[in-house]
Nanobody
């Protein structure tokens, strides 16, 4: 059974930082990309960042580029999203997802088959 369990969300002031974690199980991670998406209230789910487990290739949305890093811990089967200089517009539910992506699809949520339950990030101004 595939499980993706996010943690690390919370309330933070603008300019602060958070590290989100996603623990994965039930997958052969070397065949997958692990991505982070977010969905603000009343808006569509959007791509934030992704990392290919094998090789570590990463991609970021322009809205977080320079403020976010994504990394993985092979021993813990966990992917991390470090967000710095948070802004109120970063407020959303953040979801971890796993998918067998290729270069052209890694930003597309439709390419991700498995999803976590989400963790709320709220940035106050």
């Amino acid at each position: 059974q595939v499980q993706l369990v996010e943690s690390g969300g919370g309330l933070v002031q603008a300019g602060g930082s958070l590290r989100l974690s996603c623990a994965a199980s039930g997958l052969t991670l070397s065949s997958y990309s692990l991505g982070w998406f977010r969905q603000a209230s009343g808006k569509e789910r959007e791509f934030v960042a992704t990392i290919r487990w094998s090789g570590g290739s990463t991609a970021f949305d322009d809205s977080v580029k320079g403020r976010a890093t994504i990394s993985r811990d092979n021993a813990k089967n966990t992917v991390y999203l470090q967000m710095n200089n948070l802004k109120p517009e970063d407020t959303a539910v953040y979801y971890c997802a796993a998918g067998r992506t290729i270069l052209s699809t890694r930003r597309d949520l439709r390419a991700y088959s498995y999803w976590g339950q989400g963790t709320q990030v709220t940035v106050s101004s």
